[in-house]
Nanobody, 125 residues
Framework: QVQLVESGGGLVQAGGSLRLSCTAS????????MGWFRQAPGKEREFVGA????????VDADSVQGRFTISRDTPKNMVYLQMNSLKPEDTAVYYC??????????????????WGQGTQVTVSS
């Protein structure tokens, strides 16, 4: 089992920045690709970004490219989502997720086995 805990959410004005953190515990973290997803009220869960097990490959959703950056610190069992130039439409609950794979990090939420409880991000206009 892998346990994931997100932190760093909050209320920020449009144009501001936040950094979300995801702490992993349980199985060896280095074997897992990590993803970030978000879900706004009344909407389906949406892919935000993902990073491969070694951290060399990342992929971002079109809606956040150039604004959000995903990174990981494997020795510390941490994954981060740096969010800049935030917009009101970025308001959502943000989740980190993990899947054991040595391949590319998947974009589909169905591919991930483990999920955190989520952290709320609210961007005011």
């Amino acid at each position: 089992q892998v346990q994931l805990v997100e932190s760093g959410g909050g209320l920020v004005q449009a144009g501001g920045s936040l950094r979300l953190s995801c702490t992993a515990s349980g199985r060896p973290f280095s074997n897992y690709a990590m993803g970030w997803f978000r879900q706004a009220p009344g909407k389906e869960r949406e892919f935000v970004g993902a990073i491969s097990w070694g951290g060399s490959r990342t992929v971002d959703a079109d809606s956040v490219q150039g604004r959000f950056t995903i990174s990981r610190d494997t020795p510390k069992n941490m994954v981060y989502l740096q969010m800049n130039s935030l917009k009101p439409e970025d308001t959502a609950v943000y989740y980190c997720a993990a899947v054991r794979t040595y391949g590319s990090a998947p974009k589909s939420s169905d591919s991930y086995n483990y999920w955190g409880q989520g952290t709320q991000v609210t961007v005011s206009s």
